[in-house]
């Protein structure tokens, strides 16, 4: 077998599921016959329309339109009569670097134990009283804790912030149910790492701001379509928590910030802001009287 070839692969099951769930049933066949053979081989693969049909046991014509539809959906590249997956060639080549990789390390790390072994047998040469087999196994055992905890700082250092478990299934649970949300609010989890890693919560920020942003959306008859529409107010709320909390007569509104907060309800009727306010067509609205005054509306203009 050719050293190209990648004879087995890291699955990450949450991207690979949500991109498939984005497809039809003859688009999902290909994809993955696609990215097996990509990783199988390699690297691109021939873009030959009839063997693929063949092999899938589909007709030239559904494979050929299934193929458009992922290019067109930007799953599959199409380049110079191959098909190629930019994820799939970015972990071929990271497979690759950690290969050569661990081979040098391995081979350094051989030249250097066999140096040990001599110093080590030099070493009890000139002390027979000392227990040979104690000696050995404790130096493998705190051999080993070093190395454990050397591979423990090198994880932390490459995953960054803790990501929680079940994290994806989590987040949808803080929905509304029974409501038909766009697919792509479980597929792009990059905005919510992100967050987590500029110091977000998990349970102190981002599920209640998704829970309540939810509850907002459909209360206004909208749907979310993306994690980055709850970026900012998962980050608003990391810096609240830094802030010492406001007094009864503060609520950490400047005029300027409410002249906004009332244009967008002007132009949407939809009022986000219910933890400082009600909607100012709403008795008890926290608005200010002077800028109810200057939009015409609320409390005021009745």
Partial sequence: MSTSKMPWFKCRPDP??????????DCQHLYTVVILKIYARGGPIRADVKALATFCRR??????????????MGRLTLSDGQISNPAAERELADRDSVSNSRSQNGKLGGEMSGISRKEKAQHNQQRPEANASDSGS??????????KEEEKKEESARTGAQMPQNMQARMLAELPPGVDWPIRISVKLQPIFECLEAGADFEKHVLPVIHEEAKNAHAAGRKLSSWENVV????????????????KADTGFTDEMWDRALEGWKRTKYWPYGKWSLAPDMPGCKVPAHILAAHGCGRVAA
């Fill in 232 to 247: 900012p107010q998962i980050m608003a709320a990391v810096e609240r928590e830094k802030r010492p909390s406001p007094t």
């Fill in 16 to 25: 690979f599921l949500s991109a498939l769930a984005e497809m039809d049933a």
């Fill in 138 to 147: 404790k130096t493998k055992q705190e051999r080993s804790d070093k190395d």
């Fill in 59 to 72: 007709s030239v014509r559904t494979v050929q339109a299934a193929l458009d539809r992922l290019v067109e």
